[in-house]
């Protein structure tokens, strides 16, 4: 069963950075692409950012040139660094593999909640 732990989010306030860490197992995490995604209060859950197998990564358009998707396959830990954080950031941020996502198959953890201050 796969098990997905997200740490690292918090209260934050504008401007600043905040690094999310999202431990995996179960799975094959190396050969997998891995996401990160956000749920704002009243909102869908969307993709932020995407890291594949080879290391090529996709963003969402609201937060290129800010945040950054990275993956330690030794580890099985995929990172997300947030930088140059804005209000419309505050969210519940998840991880998960990206092929699950996009089939339904997948689960989902709890989250960790990041909070940006104005």
């Known amino acids: 069963q796969v098990q997905l732990v997200e740490s690292g989010g918090g209260l934050v306030q504008a401007g600043g950075s905040l690094r999310l860490s999202c431990r995996t197992s179960?799975?094959?995490?190396?050969?997998?692409?891995m996401g990160w995604y956000r749920q704002a209060p009243g909102e869908q859950r969307r993709l932020v950012a995407v890291i594949f197998s080879g290391g090529r990564t996709n963003y969402g358009d609201s937060v290129k040139g800010r945040f950054t998707i990275s993956r330690d396959n030794a580890e099985k830990t995929v990172y997300l660094q947030m930088n140059s954080v804005q209000p419309e950031d505050t969210a519940v941020y998840y991880c998960n593999f990206h092929n699950m996502v996009l089939t339904g198959a997948a689960t989902w953890g709890q989250g960790t909640q990041v909070t940006v201050s104005s």
């Open positions: 179960g799975k094959i995490f190396s050969a997998s692409a």
